[in-house]
């Protein structure tokens, strides 16, 4: 069975499971537990970062490669167009996604922690003591805005991200009006790109992620709250509907991934 090595809140972990669902592919999620999960997960793939796929003795890491990789293995169900026109467009604007959708939502996504106490305890794993919570709340915005400026997470950074994820959305919603899909009348890599990765813009609703019910539906203010984004977000919940599983259907029989174990 294919394995995937994961955070549950990566963006670009998300990409995959969309292209495994979009593809009706059966796969185990393991969760890789940040610090010493990713130094066994360097031991398996030479490298710490998710995700990565294991499918028997092949190893695969970053997201694009898997996904070259399912398209190859598993063709029933193309999501790279052949025709060379077609083809160039999808590799573009999947590039695009994840160097712009991708890396800008998770400044994002840790601008609106360090601002927002309740969202950023809201998002611990369930099983997080109360103490904990209490702790990581109670840490003042100022003080992780300034530790995170000397990494490139500061609020200078996340507003002019906050500001290109604006500009995304409007161009995405304004193509999606008039369109099924980025490049074709179906799905493709281009199109299960955008909607993985901008999960944390605005957390899906349904059980299609094993996160706090609360956090369902709701986002990034200023980019989940805006009207004007609306065809964009609407057009990636018909998307997930008709393709994402719910997490509840994984083969490991709950909605929460396995912890890393490996030998």
């Not at 969202?119 to 003042?140: E, H, I, M, Q």
């Not at 989940?224 to 599983?245: C, G, I, M, Q, V």
């Amino acid at each position: 069975m294919l394995e995937l090595y994961q955070f549950e809140l990566s963006q670009y972990s998300e990409k995959v499971r969309l292209i495994l669902d979009y593809k009706e592919l059966d796969y185990k999620k393991i969760e890789v537990t940040p610090g010493v999960g990713q130094i066994e997960l360097f031991r398996l793939s030479g490298q710490s970062k998710v995700p990565v796929l294991k499918d028997g003795e092949t190893v695969i890491t970053d997201s694009t490669d898997i996904a070259f990789y399912l398209d190859r293995k598993f063709p029933e169900k193309p999501i790279i167009p052949t025709d060379p026109v077609l083809r160039g467009q999808c590799l573009l604007i999947e590039e695009w996604a994840d160097e712009s959708i991708g890396l800008k939502g998770r400044k994002a996504l840790i601008g609106a922690l360090n601002q927002n106490p309740n969202f950023r305890t809201s998002v611990l794993p369930s099983n997080t003591p109360d103490f904990l919570k209490t702790l990581v709340g109670a840490v003042p915005s100022e003080i992780l805005d300034f530790f995170g400026s000397g990494v490139g997470f500061g609020g200078n950074e996340v507003k002019d991200a906050i500001q290109g994820l604006k500009q995304d959305l409007e161009a995405l919603s304004l193509i999606l009006q008039h369109r099924p899909y980025l490049v074709t009348d179906e799905p493709t890599l281009a199109d299960l790109a955008v909607a993985g990765l901008s999960m944390t813009l605005k957390f899906p609703t349904g059980d299609y992620l094993s996160i706090p019910s609360e956090l369902k539906g709701k986002g990034i203010p200023g980019l989940a709250d805006n009207s004007t984004y609306e065809p964009f977000f609407a057009w990636r919940d018909r998307l997930y509907s008709t393709y994402r599983k719910s997490s509840f259907s994984a083969s490991t029989g709950t909605g929460n991934p396995t912890v890393i174990n490996i030998e």
